[in-house]
């Protein structure tokens, strides 16, 4: 089961910030946040990751709570085609590998 | 280049069949897996192997056998295709012996048992 809550929808305007929410109350110490999305029926795309603080790349940034409760996708300037199903996952152990489970996600959708 | 792809797109079948997806990743990564998107977009891991090894083995039914013959190639062969099997298959690979997070997925094969 996916250890993370989040929206089941949000919109955009284009060109605003994208400020995607997401909470993991139950984060262990050395368990990482990461985020993918998923455009229509393509498969997922990885979009950053982190495990305490912050992290920004090309595509996004990601601020963690200081209690890594919680943490925020920023997508700085949404565009149209931004749209998409957004995963925020927290890392989980099991049969001693590790594996990405998926939650429901946040549809993202960016108006014009 | 696809990074990782899978054939076939697109498979309709009848149930009691048997058929194979193929899935290839020229990333040169340790880990592949295969996952599975139903028709309400939960997208579930199914399989992961290292370098030819399964390490994660979902509780899927034995009718799904993945087989590993290099470590660039994952194939998930169905025995008796039942209508519940219709979906949406991504195969992903990663870096590293226990895999990575960071996961690199193909296009989808979209499976439908009539």
């Known amino acids: 089961d996916a250890k993370t809550t989040q929206p089941p929808s949000m919109d955009c305007a284009e060109g605003r910030a994208a400020n995607l929410p997401c909470n993991h109350s139950?984060?262990?110490?050395?368990?990482?946040v990461y985020w993918y999305r998923q455009i229509h029926s393509q498969g997922p795309q990885y979009i950053i990751h982190?495990?305490?603080n912050s992290e920004t790349n090309e595509m996004a940034s990601l601020i963690i709570t200081e209690d890594r409760k919680s943490s925020t996708l920023i997508l700085p300037h949404a565009t149209l085609r931004d749209t998409a199903v957004y995963y925020c996952i927290v890392r989980v152990k099991g049969g001693g590998s590790e594996k990405l489970v998926f939650g429901k996600g946040t549809k993202l959708t960016v108006n014009p | 280049d696809t990074a990782v792809s899978q054939t076939p797109k697109y498979l309709v079948t009848q149930m009691g069949n048997d058929k194979s997806i193929k899935c290839e990743q020229n990333l040169g990564h340790d880990t592949m897996y295969w996952y599975k998107q139903d028709s309400k977009k939960f997208l579930k891991i199914m399989f992961s192997?290292?370098?030819?090894?399964?390490?994660i083995n979902e509780t899927v039914p034995n009718r799904f056998s993945p087989k590993s013959p290099d470590k660039a190639h994952l194939n998930l062969h169905i025995n008796s295709l039942e209508l519940g099997d219709s979906a949406v298959y991504f195969c992903?690979?990663?870096?590293?012996?226990?895999?990575?997070?960071?996961?690199?997925f193909g296009e989808g094969s979209r499976l439908t048992v009539l």
């Open positions: 139950t984060i262990s110490g050395n368990e990482y």
């Open positions: 192997y290292n370098n030819k090894e399964l390490i």
């Open positions: 992903a690979s990663s870096p590293g012996k226990k895999g990575s997070g960071e996961l690199f």
């Open positions: 982190g495990l305490k």
